[in-house]
């Protein structure tokens, strides 16, 4: 069993930056690649940035390309996303998630947070 806790979220201006951060706990969490994705209301689950467990491999959506990075702490078991240059676009709630390989699609993870409101204003 993998838990996960998202923190970081927050209110900020348009061109403003956040950093989101994920905490897993669990024995199982070691091998697993984790993933950002955010929903806005009304809309879909989309998938924001992926990493593999070691970190080789990352995958943006084409709308943060440039502005967000991922990155990952596995001595911290901890999963980051730099938000910078943010927009309101970007308004949304944002969650972490666990599984077993960097896939882009969010049914490929089992693991999922709470998740934390980020909203940005024009």
């Known amino acids: 069993q993998v838990h996960l806790v998202e923190s970081g979220g927050g209110l900020v201006q348009a ?8 905490a897993a706990s669990g024995r199982t969490y070691s091998g697993y690649a984790m ?8 809309k879909e ?28 702490d596995n001595a911290k078991n901890t999963v980051y996303l730099q938000m910078n240059s943010l927009e309101p676009e970007d ?12 896939m882009m699609a969010p049914s490929s993870y089992g ?4 998740g934390t409101q980020v909203t940005v204003s024009s």
């Open 15 to 22: 061109g403003g930056s956040l950093r989101l951060s994920c």
């Open 35 to 42: 993933g950002w994705f955010r929903q806005a209301p009304g």
């Open 45 to 72: 689950r989309d998938t924001v940035a992926v990493i593999s467990w070691s970190g080789s491999f990352t995958y943006y959506a084409d709308s943060v390309k440039g502005r967000f990075t991922i990155s990952r």
């Open 91 to 102: 308004t949304a709630v944002y969650y972490c998630a666990a599984g077993p390989r960097a």
């Open 111 to 114: 693991y999922w947070g709470q």
